[in-house]
């Protein structure tokens, strides 16, 4: 069983910046992709990024591209997702996620954090 922890939310305004950190405990299988989902108020769960366990390659929702970067430590088994200039619609409670191939889609991913919220105010 693996378990993943969130960290880093918080309440800004837009334009600030946040960084999320999520480490990765229990049994890992090497070489395991890590991504971020997001589910803001009302709305359905939605991709955010991802990154191979290598961390040569990394996707990004079309949303967040050129804002969020996605990074990880392996030697921490932590993921990263560097947040630059927030707008209120990236307002949501944010997941980690773990699995063994880098997707986009969360049914993919066998593991999930408990979830951090993420509170941009205009």
């Known amino acids: 069983q693996v378990q993943l922890v969130e960290s880093g939310g918080g309440l800004v305004e837009a334009g600030a910046s946040l960084r999320l950190s999520c480490t990765a405990s229990g049994r890992i299988d090497v070489g395991y992709a890590m991504a971020w989902f997001r589910q803001p108020p009302g709305k359905e769960r939605e991709f955010v990024a991802v990154i191979t366990y290598g961390g040569l390659s990394a996707s990004y929702a079309d949303a967040v591209k050129g804002r969020f970067t996605i990074s990880r430590d392996n030697a921490k088994n932590t993921v990263y997702l560097q947040m630059n200039s927030l707008k209120p619609e990236d307002t949501a409670a944010y997941y980690c996620?773990?699995?063994?191939?880098?997707?986009?889609?969360?049914?993919?991913?066998?593991?999930w954090g408990h979830g951090t919220q993420v509170t941009v105010s205009s």
């Open positions: 996620v773990a699995g063994a191939a880098p997707l986009q889609t969360q049914h993919d991913y066998p593991y």
